[in-house]
């Protein structure tokens, strides 16, 4: 019973290091690619900016999927019982955001554009653990990648 117990705190121990670890630098590798994308501006608005006839269209997208370490999933059933803000969570689905209109950027990017409009998000768990417990989560960023007509021209 007791070496049950010790086994349950060291797993728990280890999934939160490891995991801030992995989480740390996860998003240190997206303020890099974020700096480095940031001439490509992403926007939601629908209005094509003036002389959009100079620019081809071409939809773009950003695919991730991203699991909940075990720590964070003990601190979501914490936070269910006592109830509150599972922040555990919010950290989990900020880097799937960054990181799905991260890669949308870096597609557009190859195709030359200056600017991604009218763009969107799905988001949804694919992998429900025991019960309603979240073990991933997908993030789909997409939207409409402005290329320049010249820039095709050039290629």
């Not at 094509?48 to 075990?70: A, R």
């Not at 900020?94 to 190859?110: C, H, S, Y």
Request: proline content about 3%; cysteine-free.
């Amino acid at each position: 019973m007791i070496f049950q117990i010790l086994l349950i705190l060291v797993l728990l121990i280890l999934g939160y290091f490891v995991g801030s670890h992995l989480e740390k630098k996860h998003y240190q590798s997206i303020i890099k690619r974020e700096e480095m994308l940031r001439d490509i501006p992403a926007v939601a608005s629908k209005i094509l900016p003036p002389g959009s006839e100079n620019f081809n269209q071409v939809l773009v997208m950003g695919n991730v999927t991203i699991s909940v370490d075990y720590f964070k999933r003990f601190l979501a059933a914490l936070h269910n019982f006592f109830g509150g803000r599972v922040t555990s969570y919010e950290s989990l689905l900020d880097r799937a955001r960054r990181e799905a209109i991260l890669r949308m950027k870096e597609e557009a990017a190859v195709l030359k554009a200056t600017l991604v409009l009218n763009i969107k998000y799905e988001t949804a768990s694919i992998y429900k653990g025991g019960g309603k417990a979240i073990g991933s989560v997908e993030v789909l960023a997409y939207g409409t990648a402005m290329i320049p007509k010249a820039s095709i021209d050039a290629v």
